[in-house]
């Protein structure tokens, strides 16, 4: 991975002006920084077992310093084998989900870009169902959805090289046709499954929830995720002359189709990862790096890092919402859907010239 890294640079790139355009201030930095960590703490007392932020700070703490136990046992199954699993898969699928948006609307230089352009979502779908259809269990399920997910987004690449055009615009041809011809999959597969078991099983699946995360789960997503985040940080300032367009970053030393190349497997490695564990959830590639860009700006170097902090944040609280507002837990998807389509007008409407 390091090899591919430094081959992408022929040259040192010299973009002062650019770089040191969008710098955020003190203020907006500890606010990023300080908001995963809060919802992080807030969010153990939500859910239908209640726990007092008392107790809560009081078993966190017995990890560390030996305290008289002054809370029923149930309490510390609670706090590290049910919600802080879920927790960290929360902020795992945020971070993911926005990541890839944030990067692929760069790389794409299209703000209506969300991490599923190329397939990935769908194929992971199709997996996921095909698993289930067959009573595969939740690791099988996890173990297809990942594949396929892969699967779908390296056919939009062989399919895009197999087509002598502008390399942008065949890869995302490639992958609304690769996209639908695993939905139509997934179509299929819900039409033929059965409608009293494994119907409702695909269906709930689809809508997105983190109901059945365990720390294997975790264990299980966080290396791809990772394997997938930590390229795209350390090549972010880079993404802001692939931004610029082909001659543009040609110029400048940048190897475009290997910077692209590495663009689309990590990002398809996050994305297929977090889909795997939570199911379709939408909205989230789309509109936090819109809320990232109003206040950071355009410059990558400050784009991902808010990207990934707010992305996480962002799919926490709503977690927290749907296990906390009523006594059935709501599925994630269909929160993101109304809280994402309003607020993505809004973002739209009060700014128009960030893409310019």
């Given at each position: 991975m390091e090899r591919a890294i430094k081959s992408i640079i022929k040259k040192p790139i010299t973009l002062q002006c650019l770089l040191s355009q969008c710098s955020i201030d003190s203020r907006k930095s500890m606010?990023?920084?300080?908001?995963?960590?809060?919802?992080?703490?807030?969010?153990?007392?939500?859910?239908?077992?209640?726990?007092?932020?008392?107790?809560?700070?009081?078993?966190?703490?017995?990890?560390?310093?030996?305290?008289?136990?002054?809370?029923?046992?149930?309490?510390?199954?609670?706090?590290?084998?049910?919600?802080?699993?879920?927790?960290?898969?929360?902020?795992?699928?945020?971070?993911?989900?926005?990541?890839?948006?944030?990067?692929?609307q760069g790389m794409f230089k299209n703000p209506l870009v969300s991490p599923d352009i190329l397939g990935a979502s769908a194929g992971s779908a199709f997996g996921a169902a095909l698993a289930i259809y067959f009573s595969f269990g939740i690791l099988g399920i996890q173990v297809m959805s990942f594949l396929f997910g892969l699967t779908a987004v390296f056919l939009t690449y062989v399919i895009s090289n197999k087509i002598r055009h502008d390399a942008i615009l065949t890869l995302v041809m490639a992958g609304i046709v690769v996209g639908t011809l695993f939905s139509s999959g997934t179509s299929l597969i819900k039409y033929i499954a059965d409608p009293f078991d494994k119907l409702p099983a695909i269906t709930f699946w689809l809508m997105g929830s983190l109901s059945s995360i365990n720390s294997r789960d975790v264990y299980i997503s966080i290396i791809p995720i990772f394997a997938g985040l930590i390229p795209l940080y350390l090549l972010r300032w880079h993404l802001n002359v692939l931004s610029l367009g082909e001659e543009e970053a040609r110029a400048l030393g940048v190897d475009t189709s290997r910077l692209r190349l590495l663009v689309i497997l990590c990002s398809t490695l996050m994305t297929a990862s977090a889909v795997s564990i939570s199911g379709i959830i939408g909205w989230i590639g789309l509109i936090i790096p819109h809320l990232a860009r109003m206040l950071t700006g355009p410059n990558y170097k400050d784009l991902l890092p808010a990207s990934i902090f707010i992305g996480s944040s962002y799919l926490l609280l709503v977690d927290d919402i749907a296990r906390g507002l009523a006594s059935a837990e709501i599925p994630l998807g269909i929160i993101t859907s109304l809280v994402g389509a309003p607020f993505f007008i809004y973002l739209l409407s009060k700014t128009p010239r960030r893409w310019t």
């Open positions: 606010l990023l920084l300080s908001l995963p960590i809060i919802v992080f703490i807030f969010s153990f007392p939500i859910g239908q077992y209640p726990i007092s932020l008392e107790q809560l700070i009081k078993i966190l703490i017995s990890k560390v310093v030996p305290i008289e136990h002054t809370w029923p046992a149930t309490l510390d199954i609670v706090v590290f084998q049910i919600r802080l699993p879920r927790i960290i898969a929360a902020m795992l699928v945020g971070l993911a989900l926005s990541t890839s948006g944030a990067v692929y």
